[in-house]
């Protein structure tokens, strides 16, 4: 048997031609269409995203067991032709599954999902802490590319309630986002199943094995006697086929059903995809016209937001864009989002987290140029967090405490920032990142007060040059500086070069420094 495995398709860049949903199928009523022109036509962003800024993420489902890291589901089987790319990122994934668990004939991604048991999990005292580290909204994993839904899905039956952790998992996040106060969202994965679980119909290219078709091949009848019994895991991985196989109709329409059934059982605020536009093509256009028009039918308005990626300026208004691990190099008149993660998505064993300091950075850029950060916090499969998350969620919590005001509620000022700019945005733009220096500035704004951050510890005194005299069309005269979390009284000076302030003799936190400034005139 061979199958190819095209880089690019893997990593979900070229879309399908998915065919067309059954339009047997309904979808809730009302003003909005499943086509771009109604949805930009009709969506506004609700308010409380746009206050909101921060939100936290668990991505947490059945490829967390082996410790791995992401996307192990697919990784731990081996395409053909052999592929330098995967041979990177995948081998690791492979050894340690035929060490651990068996080889990928026998034992599979399937086999995963007995072993997450959410034993140790409580919501609520997670959400607690993501409350104090500053979240002002919480998104749970509903399902990945695996293909597993974490809640009591009437369409899948290979999920939290029947498998594993024997419980509803969607609906226990947001009983405790509820008794928190978060706005709760779900993220959704599995548009990409059809194309990221091909891989377990292959077989080894080399060895003992080789030639012997993987595990997803198997049949409900060969579940007879283990643990899967009664079980299909044609479910779980689709039906046999190559990789330029289409989707079929089973496969579109279930997809359709899962999701509406996750909205009306659960009725989220936020809804992510994990897609170019929309996943599907005209299967997310009809969801989405679902979504809108379902939040207008319980709320008496729109009251949701739709995440996906890669978006134009149509589609750019029809929902909120989201960029995953990077940013933009402007202010975007609409509101938008970064996801990423403090390390990998998926939990991964001996992995160095990012900084307090790093994330903040993130925030900040997005903040000042109208965005949220959504970040992601792995989870262990017996629900907890490793006691290095705890550490960094506790810095975020002493950062926010003192800095919160400056980021809630606020709005992008008349430029976002000033010091080293990101000359183009895109995906896994995190990466690039240039370290900050005290003269990096983000700025925020709130009635008619502005908020300077500072990106670095300054070592000297500071100058803001887009706060010179002059520097703005209109007037803009200092009246006074205060530094955030510090009663010291600063000294200052607004001059033809820039607002120049006197390095403080005690910094309040060892991250980003916040200056809250007011003028004399109406800004």
């Known amino acids: 048997m061979k199958i190819t495995f095209p880089v690019l398709l893997i990593c979900g860049i070229a879309r ?15 003003p909005f269409k499943p086509n771009w022109d109604s949805l930009a036509e009709n969506y506004e962003c609700p308010e ?5 800024k921060f939100g936290i993420w668990a991505t947490w489902s059945v490829q967390c067991v082996p410790g791995t890291g992401d996307w192990c589901s697919m990784f731990l089987y081996r395409p053909e032709p052999k592929n330098s790319w995967w041979e990177e990122r ?23 999902c007995k072993d997450f048991t959410a034993a140790k999990w409580d919501p609520d005292y997670l959400m607690d802490l993501y409350v104090k580290a500053g979240a002002r909204y919480f998104v749970a994993l509903a399902n990945h590319h695996d293909n597993f839904d974490n809640w009591d ?3 899948q039956p290979w999920n939290s309630v029947n498998i594993g952790a024997k419980r509803d998992l969607i609906a226990g996040w947001k009983t405790a986002a509820k008794k928190h106060n978060l706005p709760f969202g779900v993220s959704v994965h599995a548009a990409r199943s059809w194309s990221w679980m091909t891989p377990a119909f292959g077989a080894d290219r080399e060895g003992p094995k080789k030639g012997i078709p993987y595990d997803g091949h198997m049949t ?25 196989t289409p989707p079929n109709q089973t496969y579109l329409d279930t997809f359709f059903l899962r999701t509406r ?9 936020l809804l992510y995809f994990d897609d170019k536009q929309a996943p599907l093509e005209n299967v997310g256009l009809r969801i989405a016209a679902h979504y809108y028009n379902r939040s207008m039918e319980r709320h008496g308005k729109v009251d949701v937001v739709l995440n996906t990626k890669m978006n134009d300026k149509i589609t ?25 993660c403090i390390g990998y998505w998926t939990y991964r064993r001996d992995v160095t987290y990012k900084t307090p300091g790093k994330v903040i950075h993130m925030l900040l850029d997005a903040v000042s140029k109208n965005g949220n950060l959504l970040l992601n916090i792995p989870m262990k499969p017996d629900g907890t967090i490793e006691p290095q998350e705890i550490t960094f969620l506790e810095g975020m919590a002493e950062w926010m405490n003192i800095h919160g005001e400056g ?30 220096t005290q003269a990096d500035f983000r700025f925020t704004k709130k009635g008619q007060t502005l908020y300077a951050f500072c990106l670095a510890t300054p070592e000297t005194d500071l100058l803001i040059k887009s706060l010179a005299t002059g520097a703005r069309s209109k007037p803009h005269t200092v009246k006074t500086v205060k530094l955030l979390g510090s009663d010291e009284k600063l000294k200052w000076e607004q001059t033809p070069d820039g607002l120049k302030i006197t390095k403080p003799s005690v910094l309040p936190t060892r991250e980003s420094i916040a200056f809250r400034i007011t003028f004399a005139e109406k800004i």
């Not at 995948?90 to 995963?112: F, L, T, W």
């Not at 750019?316 to 990423?340: F, H, M, Y």
Request: hydrophobic content about 25%; some cysteine; overall charge negative.
């Open 316 to 340: 750019g208004r029809a929902l909120v864009d989201d960029v995953e691990r990077g940013s933009k190099n402007e202010i975007d008149p609409n509101p938008w989002q970064i996801d990423t």
């Open 407 to 436: 980021i809630y509620g606020t709005r992008p000022w008349e430029v976002y920032g000033e010091g080293v700019f990101i000359d183009a945005a895109d995906h896994n733009m995190e990466t690039k990142m240039t370290a900050y």
């Open 48 to 52: 409380w995203f746009r206050d909101a």
């Open 16 to 30: 399908m031609s998915p065919g067309m949903l059954d339009t047997a199928l309904p979808y809730a009523e009302g």
């Open 153 to 155: 899905s009437t369409y």
């Open 90 to 112: 995948g081998n690791a994934c492979y050894d340690y599954h035929v060490k651990h668990y068996g080889h990928p004939s026998e034992v599979g991604a399937k086999d995963y």
């Open 261 to 269: 059934e996750l909205i009306d059982k659960y009725d989220p605020s």
């Open 220 to 244: 409900k009848e060969d579940g007879k006697g283990k643990w899967w019994d009664g079980y299909d895991p044609r479910d779980l991985y689709g039906p046999p086929r190559q990789w330029n």
